[in-house]
């Protein structure tokens, strides 16, 4: 005799998923609805803004080349890294 409580599949009932009330269908209609909306207005500004942007007030800045300092120049003891260590002792 078999006793675990998994479902019987030699009786070959299928169950149909439960259809949503009329109510929640309309309901999510509109969600869809208001939800597209939205995003088409904002897609809407967006291409309003970038048309009407004016490229010569954008300005090209040259990134400045870092160079490496020499004889490992970059590492500086400063008070403020000397107030740190102090911090760190036990």
Same mark, same amino acid.
């Given at each position: 005799?078999?006793?675990?409580?998994?479902?019987?599949?030699?009786? =070959? #009932?299928?169950?149909?998923?439960? +259809?949503?009330?009329?109510?929640?269908?309309?309901?999510?209609?509109?969600?869809? *609805? &208001? =939800?597209?909306?939205?995003?088409?207005?904002? &897609?809407?500004?967006?291409?309003? &803004? *970038?048309?009407?942007?004016?490229?010569?007030?954008? #300005?090209? #800045?040259?990134?400045?080349?870092?160079?490496?300092? +020499?004889?490992?120049?970059?590492?500086?003891?400063?008070?403020?890294?000397?107030?740190?260590?102090?911090?760190? +002792? #036990?």
């Amino acid at each position: 005799m078999h006793t675990c409580a998994c479902p019987d599949t030699t009786s =070959g #009932v299928i169950m149909k998923p439960a +259809k949503q009330p009329a109510i929640e269908q309309a309901a999510m209609r509109r969600r869809k *609805l &208001l =939800g597209a909306a939205g995003t088409t207005g904002a &897609l809407a500004a967006a291409a309003t &803004l *970038l048309a009407t942007r004016d490229d010569k007030s954008v #300005v090209q #800045v040259e990134p400045e080349a870092n160079t490496a300092p +020499k004889q490992g120049g970059g590492y500086r003891v400063t008070d403020h890294v000397m107030r740190y260590y102090q911090t760190t +002792k #036990v």
